[in-house]
């Protein structure tokens, strides 16, 4: 699978949009971007995942580059629940090779 | 979505005792599932994988035989850390696939401490 790279930290002001960029310069063509997160002490929570196109759910939207080299996710409107490390994966999304490895994550601070 | 349990979510054990975790997918089937070791300040490190009716898989440098894994159900896999030690003490998470490859669902995790 490919590796990623993402800053160690960042933080965002309550209220406002948070993005969070991930680089991934040698993802392959059948390898899906995910994004999880974790909340300090609990185990990772699933936020969205997708291959080329743009994908929005009710947590979050992921924008990726048209040449797929890198993604930004983006929580519209941050809240102090939102604080936690956010993992960016890359992986092949294939039956049988379902395993992920995770990188050091960016640890996010949403700030009053 | 999806809900995965562990039990218990927190253990103390003397060193050279067995420590047995469960996680369990409480309204899915699943076939596959992944035990993962943290320690403080650091990322999720993926121990095995847990396939249902056969022998664990297990990443380079895991002890195959100090980290038991039993996958007998399609709701149930166990971990068993044998002749616990102090440098085993950690966080372990679980994980489980939906029949849906796309999503795994984790649990919320076993602090374990050995003293």
């Known amino acids: 699978d490919a590796k990623t790279t993402q800053p160690p930290s960042m933080d965002c002001a309550e209220g406002r949009a948070a993005n969070l960029p991930c680089n991934h310069s040698t993802i392959s063509g059948n390898e899906y971007v995910y994004w999880y997160r974790q909340i300090h002490s609990q185990g990772p929570q699933y936020i969205i995942h997708?291959?080329?196109n743009n994908e929005t759910n009710e947590m979050a939207s992921l924008i990726i580059t048209e040449d797929r080299k890198s993604s930004t996710l983006i929580l519209p409107h941050a809240t102090l629940r939102d604080t936690a490390v956010y993992y960016c994966?890359?992986?092949?999304?294939?039956?049988?090779?379902?395993?992920?490895?995770f990188g050091q994550g960016t640890r996010l601070t949403i700030n009053p | 979505g999806a809900v995965v349990s562990q039990h218990p979510s927190w253990v103390i054990c003397k060193s050279g005792t067995s420590v047995k975790i469960e996680c369990r997918s409480l309204?899915?089937?699943?076939?596959?599932m992944f035990w993962y070791r943290q320690f403080p300040k650091q990322s999720l490190m993926l121990m095995a994988t847990?396939?249902?009716?056969?022998?664990?898989?297990?990443e380079q440098g895991v002890e195959k035989d100090k980290f038991l894994i039993n996958h007998a159900s399609l709701t149930l896999s166990t971990l068993t850390v044998t002749s616990a030690h102090p440098e085993d003490s950690s966080f372990y998470i679980c994980?489980?696939?939906?029949?849906?490859?796309?999503?795994?669902?984790f649990g919320p995790g076993t602090r374990l401490t050995v003293t």
């Open positions: 997708g291959l080329k």
């Open positions: 994966i890359v992986r092949v999304g294939v039956q049988g090779a379902q395993k992920l490895v």
């Open positions: 994980s489980a696939l939906t029949g849906g490859f796309y999503e795994q669902y």
């Open positions: 309204d899915f089937q699943a076939t596959t």
């Open positions: 847990s396939n249902e009716g056969s022998k664990a898989t297990y």
